[in-house]
């Protein structure tokens, strides 16, 4: 019983992420989410509370993508090269294979403006990715893969924010993604940024 629960409520948050995707926030309705996941406009209300709460389970339940993305990246990295190396290619291949990752979570800064139940939503994602990455550099540091200059609250901040104008590029400047020259870079400035001057 409880894996057609979880196969159910996987199927409705993937609606949810499909049509949140497609129309943005505001052209969501509870109707379209219940279309495209083939269940009842009632059955939907027993999973979301309202058009809130149903953007911030898809906040997280999209963060948690990240999440897991980030915690193998760190766990796995030899040295600041290779730490570089594969957050780059983890973000490139979100942008190859997942694009509805970057829209989403644009919408979600979006509307956070707008609710104060998305914005809480939101900061709880940033910080959580934050300090994970601020974890996972100071274990890193602490192995002596790295010898960064900068404090690893500074690191995790600034990579963060790389991250999200990256993302926010790839979004709205058609053809950025295929072009090797951002990446190439991105990936020198996230090696900038661990390596320091050692």
């Known amino acids: 019983m409880q894996g057609k629960t979880e196969d ?23 109707s379209r ?10 059955l939907l209300h027993y999973y979301f509370r309202n058009k809130e709460d149903m953007l911030a389970k898809v906040l997280r339940d999209n963060m948690g993508t990240g999440g897991k ?27 190859d294979e997942k694009r509805d990752f970057f829209t989403l979570f644009m919408e979600g800064i979006s509307v956070s403006r707008q609710s104060e ?11 959580e990715f934050r300090d994970s990455l601020q974890k996972g550099i100071e274990t890193m540091k602490e192995r ?3 010898v960064p200059e900068l404090t690893t609250m500074e690191i995790a901040s600034l990579i963060t924010g790389l991250l999200d104008g990256l993302g926010l590029q790839l979004i709205m400047v058609p053809g950025v993604g295929n072009d090797n020259e951002i990446w190439i870079g991105f990936e020198k400035g996230i090696l900038l940024l661990v390596k320091g001057s050692a």
């Not at 989410?33 to 009632?42: D, F, K, L, P, W």
Request: glycine share 6%.
């Open 8 to 30: 159910k409520t996987a199927l409705i948050l993937a609606a949810a992420k499909q049509v949140l995707s497609r129309y943005g926030y505001a052209g969501a309705t509870i």
């Open 33 to 42: 989410v219940a279309t495209e996941a083939g269940v009842s406009r009632g």
């Open 69 to 95: 993305i980030l915690a193998d990246i760190l766990d796995n990295s030899s040295s600041a090269e290779d730490f570089a190396a594969r957050l780059t290619w983890a973000f490139r291949k979100l942008y």
């Open 117 to 127: 139940t998305i914005m809480k939503e939101m900061s709880s994602i940033y910080v």
């Open 144 to 146: 002596r893969l790295i």
